[in-house]
């Protein structure tokens, strides 16, 4: 079991857009940690997405937004297209493990 | 461009050790904290081992903690990862990665990775 939650799975036609969650606690996200998220498309190794909650790196199209409200963590992507089917995941470090932990992954299905 | 190329995995026997390396390109290796992070079969990400940009410091999570030990070679551009006392649950793809500062910083994140070296713990 993962220390951060996200959904399994979740899913939008093209076009669409679709929110994924992550939730954690007060020893990670809770603490004030930052956030960070990658996309890692089948058969391929992870992408950095978003750093420090909504900062996107050169290259990231502005259809991918990260949000932080308190302890609400959350990755946007608007205008769904087929080439965004992959899975996610969040990263934060929790200060009771003394690491850096991931969520479980959510695969994002454009239907 | 930054390149990070893993290699060393292949299949080894419970107890047994294996030297895991990734050789670094397109960036000042030795100007940045480096670390590992494994993804087992169908599962998850789980962050494994960083090290500060000197080699200096070093920090591991708790299921490898006293088996894995990692180490880089500044004037090799490259990272290791020396695992001893192998398990089943040791299973599991292994990236290297690029973390974006010379220390090690709880805020870090990591913002290039390697294409991954399977690493296959069995009998």
């Known amino acids: 079991q993962s220390v951060l939650t996200q959904p399994p799975s979740v899913s939008g036609a093209p076009g669409q857009r679709v929110t994924i969650s992550c939730a954690g606690s007060s020893s990670n996200i809770g603490a004030g940690y930052d956030v960070h998220w990658y996309q890692q498309l089948p058969g391929t190794a992870p992408k950095l997405l978003i750093y420090g909650n909504i900062n996107r790196p050169s290259g990231v199209p502005d259809r991918f937004s990260g949000s932080k409200s308190g302890t609400s963590v959350s990755l946007a992507i608007t205008g769904l297209q087929a080439e965004d089917e992959a899975d996610y995941y969040c990263?934060?470090?929790?200060?009771?493990?003394?690491?850096?932990?991931f969520g479980g992954g959510t695969k994002l299905t454009v239907l | 461009e930054v390149q990070l190329l893993e290699s060393g995995g292949g299949l080894v026997q419970p107890g047994g050790s294996l030297r895991l390396s990734c050789a670094a390109s397109g960036f000042t290796f030795s100007s940045y904290a480096m670390s590992w992070v494994r993804q087992a079969p169908g599962e998850g990400l789980a962050w494994v081992s960083s090290i500060s940009s000197s080699g200096g410091s070093t920090y591991y999570a708790d299921s490898v903690k006293g088996r894995f030990t990692s180490s880089r070679d500044n004037s090799k551009n490259t990272l290791y990862l020396q695992m001893n006392s192998l398990r089943a649950e040791d299973t599991a793809v292994y990236y290297c990665?690029?973390?974006?500062?010379?220390?090690?910083?709880?805020?870090?994140?990591?913002?290039?990775w390697g294409q991954g070296t399977l690493v296959t713990v069995s009998s």
């Open positions: 990665a690029k973390t974006p500062t010379i220390a090690i910083l709880v805020g870090n994140w990591f913002d290039s």
């Open positions: 990263q934060s470090y929790d200060s009771r493990l003394t690491g850096w932990v």
